[in-house]
């Protein structure tokens, strides 16, 4: 549960008074590590897609296409083979996170990200081992068993962890590592690409990121929540008072922690009917959805995957465009820095704004020069640069909005009864929705071609337009009080309330089956 505050009886909030400690910091951080292994994977399988010797192994049709002079620069790499071998991550993904669920009531949150970091361990070492296609693509499924359950747990970790007044800033840091490693493939593909066995190295190394996630996680605590879940009280209080200091009414906290995991026990087995069925849970349903497809066909994310091979469509050489890949991602690394500072200054929904008016005009201006310029050859190389320069703008605005806001506002919406599986619903709808557009997004820039991204433009257009007015601003509410900011909302207040902005009276634990 976030400190700060909870909400009384008649809605006000009362202090829980300590202040962000050194232990909470840190243990925040080392929990976030856990981006560290979607962030390499995301990073690692564009570039080598476009690794010579990687494809004469596994996929020797694609490289017949590049020496095909009359094929569409466009189709080059439209490949289900090839786009398999990226997707199959995220439907092991998919089913994972919805399992992480129900194995989080066993093993608690720090349970199961040491179980997704030994996965992705395994599946790093069986990638890099690989001797033909189904082997490669069983460790990639490994990966993706380790991606949905840290993706599941994590995000929560930290919403339960942090103070409400710090909840979007350290909640960041869970991007943040998913843009470093995102940093660090794209920088290893870079010095891979010369090696024969380059690809080799550059998917065996997603072991490390495990490692790191793996030993961390040995040295948490469990979150509060996560213990009183279990009946583990006397830890939760010792864990509570690590993380919050001395100076924190850590006993006050505690009890309405244990008063909300109560309230929400007699539901628990039924979370998931609960979330589908029952009206009041209509809003956190809604944007368990809404808010990765945000994420999702902003477009940045496959454009993340795929950049080196669209930097070759463009016109860029092999190194060239492993380059360009590097320098994207590097961009998008520093505006999480700016995204920390403000998150919790300014909001979520300014964020929302701000990242769509760039990602707008950026993808319009790269479908003019791609359409302007690529249909009479290669792209010249002051186009080709301001392609680089707008895409890697277009990174900035992503990375200061959808990119840390698909992690930090499911972690924070959902309430405890239902918590844990509305996450894995939206882990999994983002796992899903990525397996969609890996799988389908070379075929679309074959087709589309630089029409691809004003298609992404108007879904930006049309999906920021409904979270402007359908998502309540969630900057600073304790999550003992996210409730009310439904309650008050002028459309789901119809759901959630009584109609009127007011509060449902509270059923009992014992009326609630």
């Known amino acids: 549960m976030a400190a700060g505050a909870v909400e009384s009886g008649h809605g006000s909030p009362l202090a829980y008074g300590g202040e962000l400690t050194f232990t909470v910091v840190i243990t925040c951080l080392v929990a976030a590590s856990g ?26 049709k694609v490289l017949r296409r590049m020496a095909d002079a009359k094929r569409s620069q466009y189709c080059i790499f439209d490949s289900h083979a090839l786009t398999s071998f990226t997707s199959s991550l995220y439907i092991a993904g998919l089913v994972s996170s919805f399992a992480a669920g129900r194995v989080t009531r066993s093993l608690g949150r720090r349970g199961v990200m040491l ?12 990638t890099g081992a690989a001797m033909n296609l189904a082997m490669l693509i069983v460790g990639r499924m490994l990966l993706g068993f380790g991606v949905g359950f840290t993706n599941q747990a994590t995000p929560l970790y930290l919403a339960e962890m942090a103070p409400a007044r710090w909840r979007g800033s350290l909640g960041v840091a869970f991007q943040f590592f998913l843009a470093l490693g995102i940093l660090i493939a794209n920088l290893v593909n870079y010095g891979t690409a010369r090696l024969e066995w380059g690809w080799r190295l550059s998917l065996g190394l997603a072991g490390a990121p495990a490692i790191v996630i793996f030993v961390g ?8 929540s996560s213990f009183i879940m279990r009946g583990k009280a006397d830890l939760a209080r010792s864990a509570l008072l690590r993380v ?11 009890k309405d922690i244990t008063r909300a995991v109560e309230a929400s026990r007699s539901s628990e087995e039924g979370a998931f009917r609960k979330l589908f069925a029952d009206r009041q849970y209509r809003p956190h349903l809604t944007f368990s959805v809404v808010v990765p497809l945000c ?3 902003s477009g940045m994310m496959v454009l993340t995957f795929f950049s080196p091979l669209v930097f070759r469509i463009a016109g860029f050489g092999s190194n060239a465009a492993l380059m360009g890949a590097v320098i994207l991602a590097a961009v998008k690394f520093g505006s999480l820095i700016l995204s920390t500072l403000v998150i919790d200054r300014y909001g979520r929904k300014v964020l929302v704004m701000v990242g769509a008016v760039i990602m707008v005009v950026c993808q319009v201006a790269n479908a003019w020069i791609m359409g302007a310029q690529a249909a009479n050859g290669p792209i010249p190389r002051a186009y080709g640069v301001a392609l680089l320069v707008l895409t890697c703008v277009q990174g900035a605005g992503f990375g200061m909005s959808w990119a840390p806001l ?3 506002i499911p972690g924070e919406i959902f309430p405890m009864e ?25 075929a679309l820039l074959c087709r589309l071609k630089y029409a691809t991204f004003a298609y992404y433009a108007a879904w930006v257009v049309a999906l920021t337009a409904f979270v402007l007015v359908f998502l309540p601003e969630t900057k600073g509410v304790p999550l003992e009080s996210m409730g009310s ?24 634990p014992s009326a609630s089956t």
Do not use: C
């Open 35 to 60: 981006g560290l292994i979607f962030g390499y994977d995301i990073g690692i399988s564009g570039g080598v897609s476009q690794m010579k010797p990687f494809l004469q192994a596994f996929f020797p």
């Open 115 to 126: 179980l997704g970091g030994a996965l992705f361990f395994a599946g790093g070492a069986m």
């Open 217 to 224: 996680a040995l040295f948490l605590t469990d979150t509060p």
């Open 244 to 254: 919050r200091g001395a100076s924190a009414n850590v006993d006050a906290e505690l």
């Open 295 to 297: 994420h999702q066909l």
């Open 406 to 408: 698909i992690w930090i």
């Open 418 to 442: 239902i918590r844990s599986a509305g996450q894995s619903v939206s882990v999994s709808t983002t796992l899903g929705l990525t397996f969609l557009q890996t799988q389908t997004f070379l």
């Open 485 to 508: 900011v439904w309650e008050r909302h002028w459309y789901w207040k119809r759901f959630v309330g009584d109609g009127h902005g007011r509060r449902k009276p509270a059923s009992s």
